[in-house]
């Protein structure tokens, strides 16, 4: 099972970047996927997840209105589109699965890909 994430880079304050996740070795479309973020220092937290039928989107209160995720699941595909960007956002950003339903806990989601760097800075 492999997951990729990319799409990072170095955006201005305000800017957009969409990240996307490929999925490998498992049944895509059964599998709830997940975003994650890990700032230098800090503990890596939930950003936002959505079912496998792309029905359900859980997001995290500081993202909420500016990122959106979402799911391809003939393209095996998951993807988060990150509008007005701020420095805050700075982090390395992980997609995740989990077989089971919607949630923000880190332990329930069992494949991680690796990060993917986002750095927002003027």
């Known amino acids: 099972v492999q997951l990729q994430a990319f799409g990072g880079g170095l955006v201005q304050p305000g800017g957009s970047l969409r990240l996307s996740c490929a999925a490998s070795g498992l049944i895509f479309s059964t599998y709830t996927k997940g975003w994650f973020r890990q700032a230098p220092g800090k503990e890596r937290e939930f950003v936002a997840a959505?079912?496998?039928?792309?029905?359900?989107?859980s997001y995290t209160d500081s993202v909420k209105g500016r990122f959106t995720v979402s799911r391809d699941n003939t393209k095996n595909t998951v993807n988060l589109q990150m509008n007005n960007l701020k420095p805050e956002d700075t982090a390395v950003y992980y997609c995740?699965?989990?077989?089971?339903?919607?949630?923000?806990?880190?332990?329930?989601?069992?494949?991680w890909g690796q990060g993917t760097q986002v750095t927002v800075s003027s």
């Open positions: 959505v079912s496998w039928s792309g029905g359900t989107t």
């Open positions: 995740a699965a989990s077989d089971g339903q919607v949630t923000t806990r880190i332990a329930s989601y069992r494949y």
